[in-house]
């Protein structure tokens, strides 16, 4: 897998799991005024999510979950920006895929400074504050040897 295709992996990751309202705002700051022209727009439908049993068992069907797809083109050129998110969040699908368009194109390290670098950096707090909070709740169990036990 090249670098390059990582990168995308990276930052669709990021825009995918953002915060909708976040990204919004941070879309918005951004002011870039590019053109888009929306080669599917955003729709929402059903994927089948599969398991395995242990990790690393048989698959199987666990159910079916809610996602909401978009694919654009920026405008005088060929580049193709994509989005699928979970839920029925049409706009943050919109927002991911012209965001997608954008880094890759020369304008990527105005977008990953603005856009990508604070969402990570959220995205990581959101995870660290969640680590916390269970091991808040930790019980740490232990065995006493007792002293009459003979070797």
């Not at 909708?20 to 929402?44: H, K, V």
């Not at 920026?74 to 979970?86: I, K, N, T």
């Amino acid at each position: 897998m090249t670098n390059k295709t990582e990168q995308r992996r990276d930052w669709m990751t990021v825009l995918a799991k953002a915060d909708p309202a976040t990204l919004q705002r941070l879309w918005s700051d951004l002011g870039d005024e590019a053109g888009f022209t929306t080669l599917r727009p955003a729709e929402t439908g059903m994927v089948m999510v599969r398991g395995r049993a242990g990790g690393d068992g048989m698959a199987f069907a666990l159910g079916e979950m809610t996602v909401t797809r978009c694919t654009v083109r920026l405008d005088g050129s060929e580049v193709l920006g994509f989005a699928y998110v979970a839920g029925r969040d049409r706009r943050h699908a919109e927002i991911a895929a012209r965001a997608d368009a954008l880094l890759q194109t020369d304008r990527r390290e105005a977008v990953e400074t603005a856009l990508i670098a604070p969402l990570r950096a959220a995205q990581a707090e959101a995870r660290a504050a969640a680590r916390r909070k269970a091991a808040a709740t930790r019980v740490d169990f232990f065995t006493m040897v007792r002293g009459e036990n003979p070797r």
